[in-house]
């Protein structure tokens, strides 16, 4: 099983800053990776797949990079909305694997 | 509109067999590509997949928790049922069911139900 990791485990950002958060598997994912927005008593929201393909209704203040084992999403201005846990998952191998996840709250 | 909602029991007792329902609408199961899966989030963890089921009945199973798990499908019904054996405390979750699209390699799940949690406990 591939395992994900992220970092930092928190982020502080003030609104308007960048945030950029960091992601690593175990193996290369190739570019099958996927970052999940999740806010307190909410599902997940699919943000990016494909490691850089944002999904539909996605604001373009958020964006993906990386293949292989090191990701990163960067968000370029973050918003009051934007405060949340964000994982990444990977689905080259069964089971997809999702990483700890990364909270980005308000400095 | 795409829609899916959990049904079951909030309380299981240890040992007894977990049976979750996932009503969904807006999209057919018999349509190349499709899957529906459970992913579970144990309070204040990250999230595990548990099981997919795709249009051409294909199954997927988490290989920890395969022994324990079922995944079935009711296109007419728009239902997809989960069941899992031998409940524990540390499977107190709350449980997603999630629309599954997948496509040149690619799985994304842009379609989440709400959640519903299931507390283990005697």
């Known amino acids: 099983e591939i395992v994900m990791t992220q970092s930092p485990a928190t982020l502080s950002v003030s609104p308007g800053e960048r945030a950029t958060l960091s992601c690593r598997a175990s193996?290369?994912?190739?570019?099958?990776l996927a970052w999940y927005q999740q806010k307190p008593g909410q599902a997940p929201r699919l943000l990016i797949y494909?490691?850089?393909t944002r999904a539909t209704g996605i604001p373009a203040r958020f964006s993906g990079s990386g293949s292989g084992t090191e990701f990163t999403l960067t968000i370029s201005s973050l918003q009051s909305e934007d405060f949340a846990v964000y994982y990444c998952?990977?689905?080259?191998?069964?089971?997809?694997?999702f990483g700890p996840g990364t909270k980005v709250d308000i400095k | 509109q795409i829609t899916l909602k959990e049904s079951g029991p909030t309380l299981v007792k240890p040992t007894q067999t977990l049976t979750l329902t996932c009503t969904f609408s807006?999209?057919?199961?018999?349509?190349?590509?499709?899957?529906v899966g459970w992913i579970r989030q144990p309070p204040g963890k990250a999230l595990e997949w548990l099981a997919l089921?795709?249009?051409?009945?294909?199954?997927r199973y988490s290989p920890s928790l395969k022994s324990r798990l079922t995944i079935t499908k009711d296109t007419s019904k728009n239902q997809v049922v989960l069941t899992m054996t031998n409940m524990d405390p540390v499977d107190t979750a709350t449980y997603y069911c999630?629309?599954?699209?997948?496509?040149?390699?690619?799985?994304?799940?842009?379609?989440w139900g709400q959640g519903t949690l299931v507390t283990v406990s005697s």
């Open positions: 089921i795709y249009w051409n009945d294909d199954k």
């Open positions: 807006g999209f057919s199961l018999s349509t190349s590509g499709v899957g």
């Open positions: 494909g490691a850089s």
């Open positions: 998952q990977q689905y080259n191998n069964w089971p997809g694997t």
């Open positions: 999630a629309h599954h699209f997948t496509f040149g390699g690619v799985i994304v799940i842009p379609y």
């Open positions: 193996q290369s994912v190739s570019s099958n």
